[in-house]
């Protein structure tokens, strides 16, 4: 038989769902997912809506969950015989589903995009709306991670989803489906200048092993006392990367990118006195490094260093 052809415009309403005139079928509820289609075998009497049943006549289903790579590469080789390039069907799916809530849009396909799921920023949002979109999550069958979550957010998260876990130093939420496979090779190396830098530290921490990446801790180690450094040296040079976390004038990070010929990525913390104008001093030492190529990002930003070096790792391959 020839293979099936059909072309763009057909295939975009498959994946962006019926037309703004098309009703919507009784049995979807208000809060439904951006269709994800997947290749399946046709069903012999597709119901729903009209853009569902062409659907099922193509052999394919909406399931409310994200599309794994596996299942996105087997829809794009039957693409492939058609009129449509492979190219083009991926570069419309990659940008769906999402779980639209009102108050938030729960993107599903962030892992297949960049290699890890969305993470949601806890500060500014209520108790309910995080257990709301973590909810969406779980049920996707995604991993969970959670940032800036006070104790007493998470007090109440907790009461509606117990199955989290709760790291209060990196003020995380976080949840596992499945054991996350490390990275294979040495740890990336989390290093402070003090101890008051830990719950930045720590942020840093469970984001790396959310991503898979795995991290040893060098705590306390500052300018003030540059012989407690040294001595971790061995550590520091075995490390594929190393975040540098500082507050104060923030100096570590020059020291730290004078010594090792790996990435550095730096983050400013708002500890200090007065002028250390909570964290801008620290922030704007570490842009003016003498140490040529330190990273820098935002201050207390302990996830943000943490992803930097996972997307460095993932495109290196190392």
Not at 42 to 58: D, E
Request: glycine content about 10%; charged content about 20%.
């Amino acid at each position: 038989d020839e293979p099936q052809r059909f072309e763009l415009a057909p295939l975009a309403t498959l994946l962006f769902g019926a037309h703004s005139g098309e009703e919507r079928a009784e049995h979807e509820p208000e809060e439904w997912p951006t269709r994800c289609w997947h290749a399946r075998q046709p069903t012999a009497n597709g119901r729903g809506s009209g853009a569902v049943r062409q659907a099922a006549r193509l052999g394919l289903v909406c399931r409310d969950s994200p599309m794994t790579p596996d299942e996105l590469r087997v829809l794009l080789e039957r693409v492939q015989n058609g009129s449509l390039p492979v190219a083009a069907a991926f570069s419309a799916l990659e940008r769906l589903p999402f779980s639209e809530l009102g108050y938030a849009k729960v993107d599903h396909h962030r892992a297949l995009r960049l290699g890890f799921p969305e993470v949601v920023l806890g500060e500014g949002k209520r108790p309910e709306q995080i257990a709301g979109i973590v909810r969406r999550l779980l049920e996707a069958g995604e991993n969970v991670l959670v940032t800036r979550v006070s104790e007493a957010h998470a007090e109440l998260v907790l009461r509606e989803l117990p199955e989290l876990r709760h790291a209060a130093l990196a003020r995380v939420l976080s949840y596992e489906h499945a054991p996350i496979a490390e990275r294979p090779g040495p740890p990336v190396a989390v290093v402070t200048a003090g101890t008051s830098d830990i719950p930045v530290a720590e942020e840093a921490m469970e984001t790396l092993r959310a991503c898979g990446v795995p991290a040893v801790r060098v705590f306390d180690v500052g300018v003030a006392g540059l012989h407690r450094l040294l001595g971790r040296l061995d550590v520091l040079n075995a490390a594929p990367a190393i975040i540098v976390i500082a507050g104060m004038e923030g100096a570590l990070p020059s020291v730290v990118g004078g010594l090792v010929g790996v990435p550095v990525i730096a983050v400013p913390t708002s500890v200090g006195y007065g002028t250390a104008f909570s964290g801008l001093t620290a922030l704007l030492g570490m842009l003016t490094s003498c140490a040529s190529g330190v990273t820098v990002v935002n201050i207390d930003n302990g996830f943000g260093a943490a992803v930097a070096v996972a997307r460095m790792l993932r495109r290196s391959g190392t």
